[in-house]
T-cell receptor
Framework: GAGVSQTPSNKVTEKGKYVELRCDPISGHTALYWYRQSLGQGPEFLIYFQGTGAADDSGLPNDRFFAVRPEGSVSTLKIQRTERGDSAVYLC??????????????FGEGSRLTVL | AQSVTQPDIHITVSEGASLELRCNYSYGATPYLFWYVQSPGQGLQLLLKYFSGDTLVQGIKGFEAEFKRSQSSFNLRKPSVHWSDAAEYFCAVGARGSTLGRLYFGRGTQLTVWP
């Protein structure tokens, strides 16, 4: 596709359940990022992939959060034992390259997660 | 630690009026600076960015921003606002080097445009 695609666009789950959020980046973009945007706040960095490996996962709030990008393209953010505080919009972004690149991130529309 | 402050949570202007959205940052070195716009149901879109050189940068949709190192500011301006500019605006700072892409965002400024 032309842009970053995120699915599902909306997810409602119950406290304690497991959730997966998927991100399909722009074709050819080697860098992929996950951000979380809580109500009334700006996006907050979670994790960054360069290719298949997580180059920086220091933004993940705790060990219930995990992300993978096994083939260097699509990424999945996984949240175990969801809590009400996990409710937010999860944004995915990709860029042509990190480090020496232009630094422009292309964001998807986000996946809105609601934990009841 | 890096941080971004957008002191105005909500701004209302009349169509055709000028606009300035404030952004102050805290960073240990010269940062990369960005403004993004977020419209309902759409992803964040880059308006403009500052990396180096001329401190007045031009962006899309008629926006510009000026980097003022002495004030640690990167305010966004537009001479004449259009109704379609109503959206939420985020200022962000990024680190140079390998962690480029890890951006620190402000909490955003919601812009309302009156006809």
């Amino acid at each position: 596709g032309a842009g970053v695609s995120q699915t599902p666009s909306n997810k409602v789950t119950e406290k304690g359940k497991y959730v997966e959020l998927r991100c399909d980046p722009i074709s050819g973009h080697t860098a992929l990022y996950w951000y979380r945007q809580s109500l009334g706040q700006g996006p907050e960095f979670l994790i960054y992939f360069q290719g298949t490996g997580a180059a920086d996962d220091s933004g993940l709030p705790n060990d219930r959060f995990f992300a993978v990008r096994p083939e260097g393209s699509v990424s999945t953010l996984k949240i175990q034992r969801t809590e009400r505080g996990d409710s937010a919009v999860y944004l995915c972004a990709s860029s042509l390259m990190a480090g020496g690149g232009t630094g422009e991130l292309f964001f998807g529309e986000g996946s809105r997660l609601t934990v009841l | 630690a890096q941080s971004v402050t957008q002191p105005d949570i909500h701004i209302t202007v009349s169509e055709g009026a000028s606009l300035e959205l404030r952004c102050n940052y805290s960073y240990g070195a010269t940062p990369y600076l960005f403004w993004y716009v977020q419209s309902p149901g759409q992803g964040l879109q880059l308006l403009l960015k500052y990396f180096s050189g001329d401190t007045l940068v031009q962006g899309i949709k008629g926006f510009e921003a000026e980097f003022k190192r002495s004030q640690s500011s990167f305010n966004l301006r537009k001479p004449s606002v259009h109704w379609s500019d109503a959206a939420e605006y985020f200022c962000a700072v990024g680190a140079r080097g390998s962690t480029l892409g890890r951006l620190y965002f402000g909490r955003g400024t919601q812009l309302t445009v009156w006809p």
